[in-house]
């Protein structure tokens, strides 16, 4: 799984930033990717990591279904989804998904208000 969507500017927002993105990052040296974001490469060292946008697709390492909400604010939430996904480009990410989603499944990544945040949200891939 090795795809890009594009690189980025990295004055431009992602979902953290209420953009509808997955901002992630590569090393050019030794071919490392990344989720959070770091000033250097984590396998290598190197300093001069590219910020790029996924595509939003991957498919289910993991899930879990919350039935408890952590804060009162998200009770009208529940029950909800928790995946790990992993992404096309080659790293895994946490995020939100359908409660039908099961490990191995084809994911896609949507964007919608959880409490007073805008989240992805993973949706089983069209045929």
């Known amino acids: 799984m090795s795809t ?22 590569h090393c050019s040296h030794c071919q490392a990717t990344w989720y959070f ?22 498919q289910v390492y993991a899930v879990t279904q919350v039935n408890r909400p952590p804060v009162r604010e998200l009770a009208a939430h529940t029950p909800y989804c928790i995946v790990l996904v ?25 964007y919608k208000p959880f409490g007073a945040q805008f989240i992805p949200h993973f949706t089983l891939e069209p045929a």
């Open 4 to 25: 890009t969507c594009s690189e980025t500017d990295p004055a431009q927002g992602d979902w953290t930033t209420g953009q509808p993105l997955i901002r992630y990052q």
């Open 37 to 58: 974001k770091r000033g250097f490469c984590p396998q290598c060292g190197a300093a001069d990591p590219h910020d790029r946008i996924a595509c939003g697709t991957g």
């Open 86 to 110: 992993d992404a096309a480009e080659g790293f895994r990410l946490m995020a939100h998904g359908d409660l039908s989603l099961r490990i191995g499944d084809r994911v896609t990544a949507q």
